[in-house]
């Protein structure tokens, strides 16, 4: 994958009308990047130099489905992604997986309501199939960010509901009862190798360890929270990457996450509406920005881009590295030139 040099970060610009992709993967099989799409029954995949495909079309899918979270499930071969209407259409939430190889639907699941959920007592809001994570045996487990539980889908599409954790309600929403998404709960979920999955909440800043056999969770102690946190993503070092549509987050834990530090912070452009993060070729972090609001606010577009992302931080600390490394070359370098000098007055010495 083509990466911009003299130490500029990768932008991917790409086009296709009226798109406004919500939710992004990548495929190390494939080396591309992988979008759904607010306003089309499509999935489409997204080249290093910007070239957009078409991977799935599924005109049987329920008309003006938004498509969100999507996650690759590389052991096997599968893409998995998240759909939802919005309203004024029924409600719709399932997940649906398709072979990457031949492109063919394997299961479409539709994702139970909880009827003990306060949005069912009391008829607020509706449930939302937000995003997707994928473990070693198949099985996936997708955040409802309305219902504030986690759906679990095995590998051969049979759905229930995994956690309803009390956890997941202990916290008052941060943000005011009429902004947007202001019912946004559990959003962004990754799976961590180790046995369990790392969840984030958007209208509280939390974030969640929950076990992957009993569905428990528990607070991550952190030590600030998190704004209006969206999509989650784990690089191979074990650092945690949390995006929001103003900030791209860089957390860190000693202890699996019990607790957990955030130890750097970039600043995103806040008009692209950053939504999702991923990890790409050589740990690189990219974020995308899709627009999103200005899709549901009915505006047309058709140029997204796609970023890498980096930690001042850590660049900065590489840089020291290289001085340092440098210094040391310089440093034997001289003692070898000495050493030498010593050679040839010695030879002198005893020649003469």
């Excluded at 998190?226 to 993503?233: H, T, Y």
Aim: aromatic share 10%.
């Amino acid at each position: 994958m083509g990466v911009a040099v003299a130490g500029k970060t990768h932008v991917i610009d790409f086009r296709w009308p009226n798109l406004y992709p919500e939710g992004m993967a990548w495929d190390p099989l494939a080396q591309h990047f992988i979008v759904g799409s607010l306003n089309h029954r499509t999935i489409h995949s997204v080249s290093d130099a910007g070239v957009v495909e078409t991977l799935i079309s599924d005109p049987t899918l329920p008309e003006n489905v938004t498509v969100l979270g999507l996650t690759v499930d590389f052991t096997k071969n599968r893409l998995l992604a998240c759909l939802h209407s919005v309203s004024p259409l029924p409600p719709f939430n399932a997940l649906v997986a398709y072979d990457l190889r031949t492109r063919r639907r394997l299961f479409l699941s539709l994702l139970p309501s909880d009827p003990d959920s306060p949005i069912a007592s009391i008829g607020r809001g509706r449930d939302v199939a937000n995003d997707v994570a994928v473990d070693f045996k198949g099985n996936a487990y997708v955040t409802n960010s309305v219902g504030n539980f986690i759906w679990k889908v095995n590998e051969e599409g049979e759905a229930g509901i995994f956690s309803r954790s009390p956890a997941f309600s202990r916290y008052p929403s941060v943000m005011g009862e009429n902004e947007p998404f202001n019912d946004c709960g559990l959003n962004g979920i990754a799976y961590v190798s180790k046995g369990y999955l790392l969840v984030v909440q958007s209208n509280t800043g939390k974030m969640f360890k929950v076990d992957e056999e009993n569905g428990k969770a528990r607070t991550v102690l952190l030590n600030q929270d998190l704004v209006m946190p969206d999509g989650i993503a784990i690089r191979r070092d074990g650092v945690v990457l949390v995006v929001s549509t103003q900030k791209l987050w860089f957390l860190k834990s000693d202890d699996s996450w019990g607790e957990g530090v955030v130890y750097d912070k970039t600043a995103l452009e806040e008009e692209g509406f950053a939504t999702s993060v991923v990890v790409g070729e050589e740990g690189r972090a990219y974020v995308l920005y899709g627009h999103v609001m200005e899709g549901i606010n009915g505006k047309e577009r058709e140029g997204f881009k796609i970023v890498e992302v980096r930690s001042e931080r850590e660049s900065g600390e590489e840089h020291v590295w290289i001085y340092v490394l440098l210094g040391l070359g310089l440093a034997y370098f001289l003692i070898w030139r000495f050493q030498m000098k010593q050679l040839v007055n010695n030879m002198d010495k005893k020649i003469n």
